[in-house]
């Protein structure tokens, strides 16, 4: 069963940097593309980021364009999402997703980002 686990969430003041990690395990994470989704309270899961198998292609949210940055480590099976210029709508669970064309959804069990002074 395919595990995917996030780490990095925390308290930020507004301007601030995260790096969030999930480790992935029990599938080919090289061959899969990722996303990363977040959360915020009272709200639904949104879609932030995108990268490709190989890592050469991603894809952002507008919000979040220009001030995250996604990127695979395949040799580590670790996906990460760099945050930077952090504000308070940010602050939310983060998840990252395995999807795979089947269908087929998985999910950690995501780590929460506060952007707060």
């Known amino acids: 069963q395919v595990q995917l686990v996030e780490s990095g969430g925390g308290l930020v003041q507004p301007g601030g940097s995260l790096r969030l990690s999930c480790a992935a395990s029990?599938?080919?994470?090289?061959?899969?593309?990722m996303n990363w989704y977040r959360q915020a309270p009272g709200k639904e899961r949104t879609w932030v980021a995108y990268?490709?198998?190989?890592?050469?292609?991603?894809s952002y949210a507008h919000s979040v364009k220009g001030r995250f940055t996604i990127s695979k480590d395949n040799p580590k099976n670790t996906l990460y999402l760099q945050m930077n210029s952090l504000k308070p709508e940010d602050t939310a669970v983060y998840y990252c997703n395995l999807h795979r064309i089947t269908g087929e959804d998985y999910w950690g069990k995501g780590t929460l980002v506060n952007v707060s002074s």
């Open positions: 990268i490709s198998s190989s890592g050469q292609t991603t």
């Open positions: 029990r599938f080919t994470f090289t061959y899969y593309g």
